[in-house]
């Protein structure tokens, strides 16, 4: 399990634009990425079942679409992320509850401000919530570790 979440701009971007667009109602979503790479790739938006400013839901149909395309894909929710309209971008206890991926990043982002909006990473693991750094870059450097080492984006 990372420290730290590293995450390519276009993505969080993207995150924030999906954020801004159904504010204000909550946005939610995933990032997909390669199983055992913790690397955030493929950005896949969804709808919130729910329509609620102040509550988030996958529609379950959607959900078991979602988990049965990233399995043919041999990836993994990497990032689950969410937005809070009215509140700062920290988990809340229905937010704590509902969390069942133990090795994703749950990522929040505030719309609050319609100017500047927050966004921060948990882990969120059997209850316990810790935050962790976001380490925003435009590429992701290498994707093995080793002397054959190429760069990937």
Do not use: K, W
Not at 23 to 52: K, Q, T, Y
Request: hydrophobic share 35%; aromatic share 8%; proline share 8%.
């Amino acid at each position: 399990m990372g420290v730290v979440l590293q995450i390519r701009r276009d993505l969080v971007d993207a995150m924030v634009a999906h954020a801004r667009r159904d504010h204000p109602d909550e946005a939610c979503g995933v990032i997909a990425g390669p199983e055992g790479a913790d690397r955030p790739e493929r950005f896949i938006p969804m709808l919130n079942a729910a329509r609620s400013p102040t509550f988030y839901e996958f529609d379950s149909t959607d959900l078991l679409r979602l988990y049965r395309d990233m399995e043919s894909r041999d990836e993994v929710p990497v990032v689950i992320y969410h937005s809070h309209t009215a509140t700062e971008a920290y988990p809340s206890r229905t937010d704590i509850s509902y969390a069942s991926e133990p090795d994703a990043h749950y990522v929040l982002v505030s719309t609050r401000d319609p100017e500047v909006h927050e966004l921060r990473s948990f882990r969120i693991v059997e209850g316990v919530v810790t935050e962790e750094p976001v380490e925003v870059v435009e590429s992701y450097r290498f994707a093995h570790t080793g002397p054959d080492d190429v760069p990937e984006n």
